[in-house]
T-cell receptor, first 111, second 115 residues
């Protein structure tokens, strides 16, 4: 099946720093999404990207849909303690009826 | 609004025991999903139901069965639990429209340990 390679697996950063994580695939996706999972909760959608080359922001979050449709990145600016959690990328191809998820990036924000 | 509700939140089983995880959504969504989450492996789809009365296998269906009882409820059954099924299980739902956008609404998860 399709696979997404998400990196890094984990990050430890100081409060106030910027964060960048990315996802790559050998397959083309028509939609890229970024979810966040708070400790003890289910994932929640942060940003959805529907067009190759699209750059979308949601507050301090910025995500891009790669021009080849095989990659996406997520940036978080000026990190705060509540940014702690696991961030998942996910892709949706035109023929599929379900999402393919990356393995997640565990983010820890140090005071 | 409750959204997606899963029960139980925690369960410990012995190898060979059976159990059912329950999931209900109050958003009138058509599609419902069961995922398992294991460290370093992301979320893997077990089974899904695109509409009431239909179910399909996902990536890792072996050892599980599902029932779409009605539009609101989608249960996951382990007939003979194995230690490899120790995991956190998530139920999710989406309307038919939103599957095109990839937006899923997740429950809080059910943590299962099989001894």
């Amino acid at each position: 099946g399709q696979q997404l390679n998400q990196s890094p697996q984990s990050m430890f950063i100081q409060e106030g720093e910027d964060v960048s994580m990315n996802c790559t695939s050998s397959s083309i996706f028509n939609t890229w999404l970024w979810y966040k999972q708070d400790p003890g909760e289910g994932p929640v959608l942060l940003i959805a990207l529907y067009k190759a080359g699209e750059l979308t922001s949601n507050g301090r979050l910025t995500a891009q849909f790669g021009i080849t449709r095989k990659d996406s990145f997520l940036n978080i600016s000026a990190s705060i303690p509540s940014d702690v959690g696991i961030y998942f990328c996910a892709g949706l191809s035109g023929s599929a009826r379900q999402l393919t998820f990356g393995s997640g990036t565990q983010l820890t924000v140090l005071p | 609004n409750a959204g997606v509700t899963q029960t139980p939140k925690f369960q410990v089983l012995k190898t060979g025991q059976s159990m059912t995880l329950q999931c209900a959504q109050d958003m009138n969504h058509n599609s419902m999903y069961w995922y398992r989450q294991d460290p370093g492996m992301g979320l893997r789809l077990i089974y899904y139901s695109a509409s009431e009365g239909t179910t399909d296998k996902g990536e890792v269906p072996n050892g599980y069965n599902v029932s779409r009882l009605n539009k609101r409820e989608f249960s996951l059954r382990l007939e003979s639990a194995a230690p490899s099924q120790t995991s956190v299980y998530f139920c999710a739902s989406t309307s038919g429209h939103r599957m095109n956008t990839g937006e899923l609404f997740f429950g809080e998860g059910s943590r299962l340990t099989v001894l």
